[in-house]
C-alpha cells in the first residue's frame, strides 16, 4: 500500500512550490526504518531531505539546500519560516534545541537557545496567579527569547550561506503571504472565549481578524514580521537584542513591552520583569549531548536544561530487558504486555525527572546516576507484566503516585566539562506549542531541532510598543510562555531538602522535555535524527519511534504513522492514541477492569524524521499527519 502524508494532500493545492511526501516502491535493504510491513521501502535520496510539520517550513528548508546550503543554513530557514507559517508553535519570540552532527569531523553537539528567565525573576514569581491559564498568558511567563542568537550562532559557526539568504524564503512568505493551512485557521479557535491567539488585541485581529476565522487558502501576509526579518538580516542578531534607532533596531523595545501587556492585568498589577539588559545579556550555549543505548544502538540526545535524554533514556534502558516485538512472547506492537511495560517504565522515570532534572547550570542534576546501568536495573526491577507497578519496592505518594529514587551513589564520576543539565510540565492548551524538524544534507551533516514559544501563541502577544505619538509599532510575532515550564509553586527536593531544583531563579533556564535526538550505528555512524512537540509527551514520542523502528522493525513512516502510548508522571494515568486498532479491547485490559490504569485516548506529538543508510548514503524522511508534516527530498522526482 502506497501512502501519502494525508495533510500534505490537503495542502499541495495551496502550495506555490512544488512538494512531495509519499513513500513509493523502490529498492531497499531490510535494515533499520528501510522497509515497511509489507516490504514496501520507503523513497530514497541522496541530496538532501528536509521534514517540517508545515510544508511552507519544509519548502524553505529545501530551497536552501538547493542553493548550496548545507543543513545548518537549512535548518535555521526551515525555522524563520515556521515563525511565519505555524506562528503558534515557535518562533524568534521563544528559543530551542538544535541538534547538530558534522560529517567532515563526526562531533555531535547541541545549540541551546532556551529562553532565560530575567534578571528579576522571583522563586514565587507565579505563586498566588490562580491557574495555569492566568499563569501561561501573563507577561510574568516571558523568558528572555534566544532563537535570534542561537541560529545566528549556528550560521555564523558551521553554515555555509550568509543570514540574509538563509532568511529570504522567511521574509517572503511574510511579504508576499502564503495560503493559509488548515491547520493555521483552525488553531486559533477564533469562537472561544478564551482562544489564547486572542489575548491581545495585535494578535487577535491577526488570527481572527474582525473575531472571525480565516477561510482556509486565504493569502496570509504578515508585514511586521517581514520587517522584523529584514531588520536581523541586514544588521544580524545584535538587532534583535540591542536598541540602536539609528538603524532602526527598536525589536527589543517591543518585547520589553509586549511582556507587560497582560489581558485581563493581574489583580496585584504583576507583569514581566524583563529589562533591555536582559535582552542584552542573552547567550546561548553549545552543550554536549546526553549518552546512552539501546540494544547497540547509540542514542544522542538533549542535555539539561531539558530532561529529554535523561528521560528518554532511562525509560529505553527500563525496556531493553523486555522481548518488546517477538510477538510469539506476547510482546507485538500494541499488544497489552507491551503497552504495560512501556507505560510503567515511563512512569518511573517521569517520577525522577520531576524531581532531579532541571538546568545544571544552576543546580547538581545527577546525570550520570540517573542513567546509570545499575541504577536502573535497580528502579526498573519491579515491572513486570500484568501488573501496574504498585509498591513492589517502588514508594507511592498517597495518591498511588510512583515516588523518585536517589541515583546520587551511582553518580560515579563529574560530567566532562561543558556538559550542562535540564525540563517541562504539560499544560492544558499546549497542544499546539512547539515544533520539531529535522534535516540532512548532501554532505551528510545532520539537524535535529526542536523549537518552541511553549503554549499555543505563547501569551498570545505579538511583541510591539506604543511610539511618542501614541501610534502601536507592532513586530508580528509572539512572546513565548517558557517560564511555565519552571515549578510555578515552590517546591522542595526530596532527597537534599534544599530548594525544588526546577524552581524560579534569576537568569535560570527553565527545564524541557525537548528532545531533539540522534540514534547512531554501534560505529557510531548516524542514522537517524528525530524529536517532536507535546510537552513532557515528547519524550515518549521519541520513546515509540525508537522502539518502532528497533524493536517492531517497522519503516520509518510506518514507525511515524503508528499508534503511540504516552504517560507523563509517576501517576497511573496513560494516554494511548486512537489510532490503536484495538483501542476498546485495549482500554478494557488497562483499564478500570483490568491493570488498573486510567486510560485517556488523545494525540501525541508530531515526529519529524529522517533516516540516513550509512552503506548506501541514501537519505529517507517521514513527516506527521497529526500535524501537516510534509517531506522535502532532493533531488525532487521530475515533474514536481
Ligand atoms: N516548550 C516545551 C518544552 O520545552 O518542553
Redo the contacts with the bound molecule.
Sequence with gaps: MVLCRGLARATATMLAFSVLGCAHVDSGRETLGRVAAGGVPERAYDQGVVTAANPFGAEAGARILEQGGNAIDAAVAVAYALNVVEPQSAGIGGGGFMMIHLAATGQTFAIDSREKAPAGATRDMFVGLPNFTVQSLSGVAVGVPGMVRGTAMAIESYGRLPLAQVLQPAIELADKGFAATPRFVTSPNCASPTSRAKNSPLSAEYFCPGGQAIPAGTVVTNKPLAETFRLIAQHGADCFYKVDLAKGCDIALGIVEGQTWTRPPASDGRAGSMTLADLEAYQPAVRAPIEGSYRGYKIKSMAPP?SGALTVIQILKMLERFPLGDASKGFGFGSVNTLNVMADSMRLAFADRAVWMADADFVPVPAKGLINDTYLSGRGAAITPGTRLLQQGVPLDQQGTLLSSDPRPFETAGLAPGVRLA??EPGPGTEN??SHFSVVDKWGNVVSYTN?I?SGYGIGVFAGYTRADGSVRNHGFLLNN?LT?FNTALTTNPWTGSVGFNDVQPNKRPR???APTMLFSPAGKPILAYGS?G??T?INSVVNITVNLVDHKMGLQEAVDAARISVASGGSTILLENRFANLPALQQALGATGLGYTVNVGDVGSVQAVLIDQQTGKQYGAADDRREGLVVGLPRPRGR
Aim: glycine share 12%; aromatic share 0%.
Design positions: 531539558s525540563v517541562a506549542g512547539t518552541t511553549e517558557e515550564d524541557s522535555s525537548m512537540p510537552g513532557a515528547i
